[in-house]
């Protein structure tokens, strides 16, 4: 067979791969804050158990890339799509970390109840995943234009984040369990608002694929 088209065929699997990651790190987040929401602690453990599954989906996606570089010579433009492809899956992995993150101060918080019921938080969960679903049809589609939105995405994130910390700091007093709680969900919307930032550097990976050229969504 045709070396080009088995490297196609193999790009073509690695765009599968980093989708079902993608896939399993977008329903990490959504069960994480899920799981915040409810103070569902067995969720919780479920998401931080299941964090190994996408260290290694990384790992195999790296073993593909590198087998792909040493095995069919490609080109420039096939080299910033493997760059892209290994960039993504570091992106993914770290996204992962972050849900783990906000499971564990689930598990701390277990046994209390929320000061309050949460709203903005969940609200920017779902901004975020948009963004990672967009940054990730980008990646497979080589659409440019669908990359070059997440800056205008991130920026409704970055303004929610503000609104968020702004009220968080407001409900702080003098009682040291309070502000405990509001301590931890402080970290949680840090969290998020690093998962979007994520999202800009694989729609930046993208762009860079596509064209060659640098360009910065995260301004």
Same mark, same amino acid.
């Given at each position: 067979?045709? %070396?080009?088209?088995?490297?196609?065929?193999?790009?073509?699997?690695?765009?599968?791969?980093? #989708?079902?990651?993608?896939?399993?790190?977008?329903?990490?987040?959504?069960?994480?804050?899920? =799981?915040? =929401? %409810?103070?569902?602690?067995?969720?919780?453990?479920?998401?931080?158990?299941?964090?190994?599954?996408?260290? @290694?989906?990384?790992?195999?996606?790296?073993? *593909?890339?590198?087998?792909?570089?040493?095995?069919?010579?490609?080109?420039? =433009?096939?080299?910033?799509?493997? /760059?892209?492809?290994?960039?993504?899956?570091?992106?993914?992995?770290?996204?992962?970390?972050?849900?783990?993150?906000?499971?564990?101060?689930?598990?701390?918080?277990?046994?209390?109840?929320?000061?309050?019921?949460?709203?903005?938080?969940?609200?920017?969960?779902?901004?975020?995943?948009?963004? #990672?679903?967009?940054?990730?049809?980008?990646?497979?589609?080589?659409?440019?234009?669908?990359?070059?939105?997440?800056?205008?995405?991130?920026?409704?994130?970055?303004?929610?984040?503000?609104?968020?910390?702004?009220?968080?700091?407001?409900?702080?007093?003098?009682?040291?369990?309070?502000?405990?709680?509001? *301590?931890?969900?402080?970290?949680?919307?840090?969290?998020?608002?690093?998962?979007?930032?994520?999202?800009?550097?694989?729609? @930046?990976?993208?762009?860079?694929?596509?064209? /060659?050229?640098?360009?910065?969504?995260?301004?």
């Amino acid at each position: 067979m045709d %070396t080009r088209i088995i490297f196609h065929q193999s790009v073509d699997e690695l765009k599968k791969a980093l #989708l079902r990651m993608g896939g399993l790190v977008e329903e990490s987040i959504s069960k994480a804050v899920e =799981s915040l =929401s %409810t103070l569902d602690e067995g969720l919780a453990r479920d998401i931080v158990a299941k964090d190994d599954i996408i260290d @290694e989906m990384m790992l195999g996606v790296e073993e *593909s890339c590198l087998r792909l570089i040493a095995l069919q010579q490609p080109m420039a =433009s096939d080299l910033r799509l493997i /760059g892209t492809a290994l960039k993504i899956a570091t992106d993914l992995e770290r996204i992962g970390d972050h849900a783990v993150d906000i499971g564990k101060i689930t598990i701390r918080l277990s046994g209390e109840e929320l000061i309050k019921p949460l709203e903005d938080i969940p609200r920017m969960a779902l901004l975020v995943k948009n963004m #990672l679903h967009e940054s990730l049809l980008a990646f497979t589609e080589g659409d440019i234009h669908r990359a070059a939105a997440l800056a205008e995405k991130d920026d409704e994130v970055d303004k929610l984040y503000s609104i968020l910390m702004t009220e968080i700091i407001g409900l702080m007093s003098q009682d040291l369990i309070r502000n405990r709680q509001l *301590s931890h969900l402080m970290f949680v919307a840090h969290y998020l608002e690093r998962v979007a930032d994520h999202a800009t550097n694989i729609g @930046e990976g993208v762009i860079y694929m596509v064209t /060659g050229k640098r360009k910065d969504l995260n301004i």
